[in-house]
């Protein structure tokens, strides 16, 4: 049974930085790619960053690229975003995933999912 943890979300101001991890429990996690996704209050979930099994490619949405940035630790089975620059729209729970099979930047291609952290941004 895959599980994926996140951790790090909080209550921040607007131009604040927070950083998000997610662990996950397979033995192997260096041959997926994982991502995040987010869900803000009445809406849908959305694609937010995803990177590749070796941590090679990165993919963002428009709304965070030159804000955020995807690394990975395969030592430590662990994705990290680095958020920098929050804006009070960037408030939502943070969804970190596990990719399968599909286009990265839709929530049907990810196979296993955490429970999320929120990240409250304040104005």
């Known amino acids: 049974q895959v599980q994926l943890v996140e951790s790090g979300g909080g209550l921040v101001q607007a131009g604040d930085s927070l950083r998000l991890s997610c662990v996950a429990s397979?033995?192997?996690?260096?041959?997926?790619?994982l991502g995040w996704f987010r869900q803000a209050p009445g809406k849908e979930r959305e694609f937010v960053s995803a990177?590749?099994?070796?941590?090679?490619?990165?993919y963002f949405a428009d709304s965070v690229k030159g804000r955020f940035a995807i690394s990975r630790d395969n030592a430590k089975n662990t994705v990290y975003l680095q958020m920098n620059s929050l804006k009070p729209e960037d408030t939502a729970v943070y969804y970190c995933?596990?990719?399968?099979?599909?286009?990265?930047?839709?929530?049907?291609?990810?196979?296993?999912w955490g429970q999320g952290t929120q990240v409250t941004v304040s104005s």
């Open positions: 397979l033995r192997t996690f260096s041959g997926y790619g």
């Open positions: 990177i590749s099994w070796d941590g090679g490619s990165t």
């Open positions: 995933a596990l990719f399968t099979d599909g286009s990265v930047d839709r929530s049907e291609s990810y196979g296993y």
